[in-house]
């Protein structure tokens, strides 16, 4: 679910966490602090993103190939989507257990010979803080104040103590999202089988 923070409330969060002051306004405060999130609010966000399966940022697509073939092995190349942050696993039709499909990244371009249309899972920046869901907005806070502990405190102890934190809360979001949805087919199989 969307958690309808702003960019403030999160960078109030992890102020919290280090027992700091708060902003008042992420884009008008003038202060050193304020200006070390509006630096890493963003370049954070996109690496916490692309680094894992995180639920509210996959999108789905269908592909139209490119007018230009590849100049050799491959028969088609497609241009991913310009908010694509990492392609998940490619396959004949799109679903999660289906036939892998051969194909390499090179660039912005994803290089296969399965013909239009491609259809494409992948992770997706979203850069409306309001649609981040709650836990990696909880993430995001405790990576942040990890990432500026020392900055904002001079203590190397915070820094420590916040990655444990942020580390744990990655933790408990996975499983979370990993308890999101059907359980995949396959594994419904094997718990049946294991059953008997």
């Not at 259809?119 to 806070?141: E, Q």
């Not at 405790?142 to 580390?167: E, N, P, R, V």
Request: net charge negative.
């Amino acid at each position: 679910m969307p958690s309808g923070l702003d960019s403030t409330a999160i960078c109030n969060l992890a102020l919290d966490h280090l027992d700091e002051a708060p902003l008042t306004s992420y884009a008008d405060d003038t202060g050193t602090v304020a200006r070390w999130f509006r630096r890493n609010l963003t370049p954070m966000a996109r690496s916490m993103m692309r680094k894992y399966l995180w639920k509210f940022a996959i999108k789905r697509v269908y592909l139209s190939a490119s007018g230009t073939a590849p100049a050799f092995i491959w028969t088609y190349q497609y241009e991913m989507p310009t908010d694509c942050l990492r392609v998940l696993p490619i396959t004949a039709d799109g679903g999660e257990d289906s036939t892998p499909t051969p194909h390499k990244i090179e660039g912005s371009l994803i290089l296969t010979d399965q013909a239009a249309p491609l259809p494409v899972r992948y992770i997706a920046f979203i850069d409306n803080v309001g649609l981040w869901d709650n836990s990696f907005c909880d993430v995001m806070a405790a990576t942040m104040a990890q990432k500026a502990a020392h900055f904002i405190t001079g203590k190397q102890s915070y820094s420590q103590l916040m990655g444990q934190m942020a580390s744990g809360l990655l933790q408990d979001a996975m499983m979370t999202g990993a308890l999101e949805g059907s359980p995949e087919e396959q594994i419904a199989d094997e718990w049946e089988k294991a059953r008997q």
